[in-house]
């Protein structure tokens, strides 16, 4: 059975929950899969504190005593991962966005085997923004993305809308089913084979007591094409090498 787990970014159970709970019944319906909804506004995630000790030596040293870790045992024991959050502001709300600043070391990247998504519900304009850059965000931490939605939920709600949330969430839900089922993580895209490989030739020049470079060393990385084993044609060699002389200037 997978294991779905969606971090929701505001504690009401407004558009933003009916469009998730609309996205984990469409999922339901090709059979088996054990969906948790976990709100951030029940976990006591406090503020980062810059001191830079996750960065420096990795994220068990972060002096902060609070419930980061559970949120993270969570995630590392699901086989995908829904962001789901209205706009506030035109962004993120503080919680999403404290949650993805405790986790910015995890620049060292190691959700690979993970399907991701995002949802996000806006009033008037500025969804596919945030969509954009939870996305970005995910990739960044290692996870294979499908395309998420962003869908207009200003109330209130007309008819047309609710018709329109519901086709956007599903059409998100089959996609994500898709990556979910894989049978092995998908070949990267000629841009996530240059955001590994442009900081890869810095982090190769890096003293050898940077924790970046220890990380990037224990994982064979110096010597690899990607994150993970795969099979490139002779275009994407090509923007590796292009890649590694850009790095290197």
């Known amino acids: 059975m997978k294991k779905v787990t969606a971090l929701v970014g505001t504690q009401t159970k407004r558009n933003t929950y009916k469009a998730l709970k609309g996205f984990e019944n469409n999922l339901l319906k090709y059979g088996e899969i054990d969906f948790e909804s976990v709100f951030l506004s029940d976990y006591d995630i406090e503020f980062c504190r810059g001191c830079k000790e996750c960065f420096d030596r990795d994220g068990e040293f972060c002096p902060i005593e609070d419930d980061l870790q559970i949120l993270l045992d969570k995630t590392e024991d699901s086989d995908g991962i829904v962001f789901a959050?209205?706009?506030?502001?035109?962004?993120?709300?503080?919680?999403?966005?404290?949650?993805?600043?405790?986790?910015?070391?995890?620049?060292?990247?190691?959700?690979?085997?993970?399907?991701?998504?995002?949802?996000?519900?806006?009033?008037?304009?500025?969804?596919?923004?945030?969509?954009?850059?939870?996305?970005?965000?995910?990739?960044?931490?290692?996870?294979?993305?499908?395309?998420?939605?962003?869908?207009?939920?200003?109330?209130?709600?007309?008819?047309?809308?609710?018709?329109?949330?519901?086709?956007?969430?599903?059409?998100?839900?089959?996609?994500?089913?898709?990556?979910?089922?894989?049978?092995?993580?998908?070949?990267?895209?000629?841009?996530?084979?240059?955001?590994?490989?442009?900081?890869?030739?810095?982090?190769?020049?890096?003293?050898?007591?940077?924790?970046?470079?220890?990380?990037?060393?224990?994982?064979?990385?110096?010597?690899?094409d990607y994150y993970y084993p795969v099979s490139l044609g002779k275009t994407k060699k090509m923007v590796c090498y292009l890649s590694d002389f850009i790095g290197n200037r």
């Open 85 to 224: 959050t209205p706009s506030y502001a035109f962004q993120a709300p503080a919680r999403m966005k404290n949650f993805l600043d405790r986790t910015a070391y995890m620049n060292r990247p190691r959700c690979f085997d993970q399907a991701f998504t995002v949802i996000v519900t806006y009033g008037v304009f500025g969804g596919s923004d945030i969509v954009k850059y939870l996305s970005t965000a995910g990739e960044h931490l290692g996870f294979y993305s499908s395309k998420g939605c962003s869908v207009k939920t200003l109330e209130p709600m007309t008819e047309q809308r609710e018709k329109q949330l519901k086709k956007e969430v599903e059409e998100a839900s089959d996609r994500f089913y898709r990556e979910l089922t894989l049978a092995e993580p998908p070949t990267p895209s000629f841009m996530r084979l240059a955001l590994f490989r442009l900081p890869h030739t810095g982090i190769k020049d890096l003293d050898p007591t940077y924790r970046d470079y220890q990380y990037y060393s224990e994982k064979g990385w110096f010597d690899s």
